[in-house]
């Protein structure tokens, strides 16, 4: 079974600071990795994704993540954070290979950056 | 840009009702999905829906749910006997199938509350 960890419930940045939110998985094969953001009353907008070659993806909004294979994470980052930022963000999996086409998600991460 | 519209976007019901809850998916999307977030925890997968029949579905989606995609735009997840606990944010989602990294676009979701 295909599951992620996102082990903060909240992180707090302030404003011109990097930002890291983490998130680890477990799948038995190779994953597909995503992160969304939901802001107040919306739907999961998606952020960024990683298939498969270079570690760093970039995404929307100057957001970036890192896979790390050995660590079994996916860490989203920012160089320096935005007060409109402040969202609650997912990461999901969805593993290779199995034709299964639904995403697991985390149980997110809320975003405080401070102006 | 395209969206997923879902409608109502708050429904009050006595428990022991039959809801229905609605989504126009991406015209052009092949796969649909519905979700739902239970207030403060993670986004659960119920279902998936492909070539007009359920695809995978969760521990989550017992009997007292249906899907149906009626008339080729809508698509329509039914609770049959509303209990206290279905009370949640329910959102439908759509993909192209065009790759195996599979990105969803989400509705702004409707919010269930069972009294």
């Known amino acids: 079974a295909q599951s992620v960890a996102q082990p903060e419930d909240q992180v707090n940045v302030a404003e011109g600071n990097p930002l890291t939110v983490k998130c680890t998985y477990s799948?038995?094969?190779?994953?597909?990795l995503f992160w969304y953001v939901q802001y107040p009353n919306r739907g999961l907008q998606f952020l960024l994704k990683?298939?498969?070659?270079?570690?760093l993806v970039k995404g929307s909004y100057g957001f970036e993540a890192e896979f790390n294979k050995s660590q079994t994470s996916f860490h989203l980052k920012k160089p320096s954070a935005l007060v409109s930022d402040s969202a609650l963000y997912f990461c999901?999996?969805?593993?290779?290979?199995?034709?299964?086409?639904?995403?697991?998600f985390g149980s997110g991460t809320r975003l405080q950056v401070q102006p | 840009e395209p969206e997923v519209t879902q409608t109502p976007s708050h429904q009050v019901t006595q428990m022991g009702q039959e809801v229905i809850l609605r989504c126009v998916p991406i015209s052009n999307h092949l796969y649909f999905y519905w979700y739902r977030q239970i207030l403060g925890q993670k986004v659960e997968f119920l279902v998936s829906?492909?070539?007009?029949?359920?695809?995978?579905k969760s521990e989550i989606f017992d009997d007292q749910f249906s899907v149906e995609r009626p008339d080729g735009s809508n698509f329509t997840l039914k609770i049959r006997s509303t209990k206290l606990e279905d009370s949640a944010m329910y959102f439908c989602a759509s993909s192209d199938g065009s790759s195996g990294a599979n990105v969803l676009t989400f509705g702004a979701g409707s919010r269930l509350t069972v009294l």
């Open positions: 799948v038995s094969g190779n994953p597909y």
């Open positions: 990683y298939i498969t070659g270079d570690n």
């Open positions: 829906f492909y070539n007009n029949e359920i695809s995978e």
């Open positions: 999901a999996v969805q593993e290779e290979d199995t034709g299964r086409r639904a995403l697991t």
